[in-house]
């Protein structure tokens, strides 16, 4: 009824079968090596973001990254909601096109409360040059940043009455937001080898 192991039909049925359970084995075993495999990478990321955070805080003594806990409950409140597993104090990303990240960072000084925007280019060797700082210590509450991706098409506000051409971002831009206030992109400008900025929003 059932076929012995002597009929080549259920041979070839209990061969198949076996095949296709050692496929389906090996399958889940490679997708869980791969999981396993992003996941350190992911976590070595992590890690290596927060050491060189750390090595740029050396620079900066006196500094903190601004928490979330200081921004305005509005303001935070927002950021939670739409970008809960993001920092609201960092962009880490090519600012100049050379394929190694930089980063954008608020600052908060821990006795003066003075609050400032730094970005930082970090070539191969990582050792971070500072090339553009700004005080936003009126705006902190509710201030945050967020990456622009290369390729994006940046204009001026309509209400600023100036004919400024809109910006296609040859590498990564910083959008710093003031919650309810308005909102900047910061962008390197190859030509003038320095940090531009275009205000998107008032």
């Known amino acids: ?80 909601k739409h970008f809960p597993r993001a920092n609201p104090s960092v962009v880490h990303a090519d600012f100049d096109g050379d394929s190694k990240p930089d980063y954008a960072l608020l600052l908060r000084n821990d006795k003066t409360q003075v609050t400032k925007l730094v970005v930082l280019l970090c070539p191969e060797d990582g050792h971070c040059r500072n090339v553009y700082e700004l005080d936003v210590s009126a705006y902190s509450g509710s201030a945050y940043l967020r990456s622009v991706s290369r390729g994006s098409r940046i204009s001026q506000t309509e209400s600023i009455d100036t004919d400024t051409a809109p910006v296609n971002l040859k590498f990564s831009g ?23 900025s275009v205000t998107t929003a008032d």
Request: hydrophobic content about 35%; proline content about 3%.
């Open 1 to 80: 009824m059932y076929g012995d192991e002597g009929d080549p039909n259920y041979t070839r049925q209990h061969y198949g079968g076996y095949v296709r359970t050692r496929r389906l084995l090996d399958s889940v075993l490679v997708n869980l090596v791969a999981g396993l495999f992003c996941c350190t990478l992911t976590s070595s990321g992590a890690e290596e973001r927060k050491s060189n955070i750390e090595s740029i805080l050396n620079s900066f003594p006196g500094y903190h990254l601004l928490t979330l806990k200081e921004r305005d409950p509005d303001a935070k409140a927002f950021f939670l």
């Open 174 to 196: 910083i959008r710093v937001t003031y919650f309810g206030k308005g909102e900047v992109v910061l962008y390197w400008n190859e030509k003038l080898k320095k940090i531009d």
